[in-house]
């Protein structure tokens, strides 16, 4: 069992940046490849970026590539995605997710809480 917490969500204007964080607990965190999801009401949920359990892979969807950057600390059992030249279309509840096999998109074993990322225009 893995239990992640999502934080670093916010209101920010368009072309502002935000870091996302997402802190795991339970089993060893290092095992694990970490994705990010976001999700606007009415709509299905969206893959985002993920990271594979040694750091050595990143993915990204194609409208957040070369804006969003994800990252893990092994040590710190903590995952990141940074958020630059953010625009409104970014805004959604963003999910932190794990899985021992799955990476990049798809449906993972584990799934935090979701924090709000809010970009006024």
């Known amino acids: 069992q893995v239990h992640l917490v999502e934080s670093g969500g916010g209101l920010v204007p368009a072309g502002g940046s935000l870091r996302l964080s997402c802190a795991a607990s339970?089993?060893?965190?290092?095992?694990?490849?970490m994705g990010w999801f976001r999700q606007v009401p009415g709509k299905e949920r969206e893959f985002v970026a993920a990271?594979?359990?040694?750091?050595?892979?990143?993915y990204y969807a194609n409208s957040v590539k070369g804006r969003f950057t994800i990252s893990r600390d092994n040590a710190k059992n903590t995952v990141y995605l940074q958020m630059n030249t953010l625009k409104p279309e970014d805004t959604a509840v963003y999910y932190c997710?794990?899985?021992?096999?799955?990476?990049?998109?798809?449906?993972?074993?584990?799934w935090g809480q979701g924090t709000q990322v809010t970009v006024s225009s």
């Open positions: 990271v594979s359990w040694s750091g050595g892979s990143t």
């Open positions: 339970g089993r060893t965190f290092s095992s694990y490849n």
């Open positions: 997710a794990a899985d021992e096999w799955r990476v990049g998109s798809g449906n993972y074993d584990y």
